[in-house]
């Protein structure tokens, strides 16, 4: 079954850090570019960050931009959050459309999807 696993989730203090896992079942992420979404309770889903199998370009929201760190290995996709603020709270999801270059993907995203995993920040 092909499909996109994410992980890391959970509550984390203001200030704090994550890092979010996206792994892939059923065919190899090496060739695909990853993104990663957000939904927060009552607003519409946010791009936030994607990274290219064909050349390692990455892209980022501003409002995450410094603080948040994308990064792959063969079949992983990471992202480290750092400096976490209230307003991360949300249901992160990565996403592939299989396009080596991730940047149709942030713009527009598309394909396959995964289950999503919750980050709390919160004292």
């Known amino acids: 079954q092909v499909q996109l696993v994410e992980s890391g989730g959970g509550l984390v203090e203001p200030g704090g850090s994550l890092r979010l896992s996206c792994a892939a079942s059923?065919?190899?992420?090496?060739?695909?570019?990853i993104g990663w979404f957000r939904q927060a309770p009552g607003k519409e889903r946010e791009r936030i960050s994607c990274?290219?199998?064909?050349?390692?370009s990455k892209y980022y929201a501003d409002s995450v931009k410094g603080r948040f760190t994308i990064s792959r290995d063969k079949n992983t996709v990471y992202l480290q959050m750092n400096s976490l603020k209230r307003e991360d709270t949300a249901v992160y999801y990565c996403?592939?459309?299989?396009?080596?270059?991730?940047?149709?993907?942030?713009?527009?995203?598309?394909?396959?999807w995964g289950q999503g995993t919750q980050v709390t920040v919160s004292s």
């Open positions: 996403a592939t459309d299989y396009r080596s270059h991730c940047r149709e993907l942030y713009y527009f995203p598309s394909g396959l």
């Open positions: 990274i290219s199998s064909s050349d390692g």
């Open positions: 059923g065919f190899s992420l090496d060739r695909s570019g």
